[in-house]
DNA sequence: TTGAAAAACGAACGAACGTTCGGTACGCTT
DNA sequence: AAGCGTACCGAACGTTCGTTCGTTTTTCAA
């Protein structure tokens, strides 16, 4: 009788539980104002396990902030397939960071807000990150091949998603009235004028 | 013989080295790796006297917040001030941002960077203080008497100051080349062109 | 000069935190 | 069945932190 996960999560299922509940309680109080002990009662594990899993506090938000990152890169690489076109790219990219913000607000809560150099001391800021990155990229192609004007390209990637994704925090703060995706295509459209040709 | 603090500031002066050094020591750890024993030190006072002028840690915080607050906010309204078109008042904002961040960047991070919701729970969101309503006010302006494109007041105000913001907090990452004034022109032109009619 | 309020002082405290470690339970190979 | 390594358990520990409070110093009006 090898009865899978009757009552208490084990092995992969208990560290993906722990880092569940650890993205709940960090993005709604966030990472200090979360102990070990809250995470080992919420997630109903025991001390050892999560130590035993990710060695120490530090290390369960990196792990946590690696995965959440990578998902993100994901989703961008995912928007951007099939678009050869910059401005088709950079509206999916906004589409679908926009769809992440209303699906999962914790996961953007946490990548966007957290003030990650507070508790991953030697982590290079967020906007060195690949999806960051890659987003950075799609809009200096656009500049290689005259779809957008000639401009310095941090400045052409800030004017792209710069007001997206305040429009994120906005969301993430509840400031706004209506859901986030009724915003897509005006967002979209004040940053495509922003930098286009 | 009424010498002006000659070693140990006191009263007003006590309270502005406390601020000052609490405002640098925050804006470099952070405020949960920040003790007031550490700010004690720093700034040379005794624990004492910091509870007797801020009462708890949190109440310096939030004077703190209130005051850098209020700085930047009559920073706008001065930028405002005597300039009835809405593209100026934009530039002229966002110049006035781009010459804080550079002269007080520890301000800038604090007020931006920093999640104050984690220690300042039940402050409203940093979208509703007064200097990011000012902005929004402005750009609505703007829409009323037609400079602006007839668009959703909050992705008005995003678009256009959302890529300035960006850039401030990419200075402040240590990610550009060049000073932040230097892209003052290039900013303005790109948050204009998404809003203008 | 005096007296009382305000300001400053800092040793001490208790609570909460991250982490350790000696142990048990389980699954797999021999 | 025996042996072994991995997974899990949780009481206990040492440290750090925010805060308290009895005391001393300074200020200033009477």
Redo the contacts with the bound molecule.
Sequence with gaps: MSQESPK????TA?REQVMQTALELFSDRGYFN?????IRRAAD?????I???FG???ALAKALYDDLLMHMERDIDEACFGRGNCADRCRAIIARLFESTAESPRMMQFVLLAQHREFLRDEPPICSSRPFQAMKQVVEDGIRNGDVRAIEPWVAASAMFGGALRMMQLSLDNALERPLATYLDEVFECGWRAIRS
């Design positions: 208490r999560p084990r092995g208990l979360t102990s070990i002990h809250d594990v025991s001390i050892g396990a130590y035993h899993h120490n506090k530090e």
